[in-house]
Antibody, heavy 118, light 107 residues
Framework: QVQLQQWGAGLLKPSETLSLTCGVYGGSFRDYYWSWIRQPPGKGLEWIGKINHSGSTNYNPSLKSRVTISVDTSKNQFSLKLTSVTAADTAVYYC????????????WGQGTLVTVSS | AIQLTQSPSSLSASVGDRVTITCRASQDISSALAWYQQKPGKAPKLMIYDASSLQSGVPSRFSGSVSGTDFSLTISSLQPADFATYYCQQFNTYPITFGQGTRLEIK
């Protein structure tokens, strides 16, 4: 049973860079895409982007200029970096898995609350 | 980006009720739609994929259907564990987008 466990800094100041990592345990890393999704407090879900084991990415155009998703296949991990954060980036960030040929998301990581405040 | 509009935004129902939540896509997405259940403080859980396929382990009282660009999630007989917020998601066209959510509350 695959499990996704995520970690990273939870409190940032405006203009800093958000950095989160998601580890994949108990399943194949090569046979899936790996996504990041965020959810502002009390609001809906926003897809950020995805990556596969070879580093092929797809980003949401609304965030593309500030987002980098990378992969470390030696550790079965993938990471999110979001530059120049503002209060609008305050959200719970989730990692999730999707099959190679489609984009429904399962399972999800436990979520990490990232707060941007001066 | 494709917009997904869920209705209603919130719904009060009783244990044993049959409820239906609708998700309308702004353009044709074929059957590329999933439904998720989210409880407070938890990650979303996949319930239905490809519009009508039941995810493994999800109770059979959940079902999904599609008619054109209108998608529905039906719970045949509400159980206490079903009270949560439900989101639809389209994966036909990038960027992937979600509906705004439907909060299902106990009456």
């Amino acid at each position: 049973q695959v499990q996704l466990q995520q970690w990273g800094a939870g409190l940032l100041k405006p203009s800093e860079t958000l950095s989160l990592t998601c580890g994949v345990y108990g399943g194949s890393f090569r046979d899936y895409y790996w996504s990041w999704i965020r959810q502002p407090p009390g609001k809906g879900l926003e897809w950020i982007g995805k990556i596969n084991h070879s580093g092929s990415t797809n980003y949401n155009p609304s965030l593309k200029s500030r987002v980098t998703i990378s992969v470390d296949t030696s550790k079965n991990q993938f990471s999110l970096k979001l530059t120049s954060v503002t209060a609008a980036d305050t959200a719970v960030y989730y990692c999730a898995r999707s099959p190679l040929q489609t984009d429904w998301l399962d399972p999800w990581g436990q979520g990490t609350l990232v707060t941007v405040s001066s | 980006a494709i917009q997904l509009t869920q209705s209603p935004s919130s719904l009060s129902a009783s244990v044993g009720d049959r409820v239906t939540i609708t998700c309308r896509a702004s353009q044709d997405i074929s059957s590329a739609l999933a439904w998720y259940q989210q409880k407070p403080g938890k990650a979303p859980k996949l319930m239905i994929y490809d519009a009508s396929s039941l995810q493994s382990g999800v109770p059979s009282r959940f079902s999904g259907s599609v008619s054109g660009t209108d998608f529905s999630l039906t719970i045949s007989s509400l159980q206490p564990a079903d009270f949560a917020t439900y989101y639809c998601q389209q994966f036909n066209t990038y960027p992937i987008t979600f509906g705004q959510g439907t909060r299902l509350e106990i009456k």
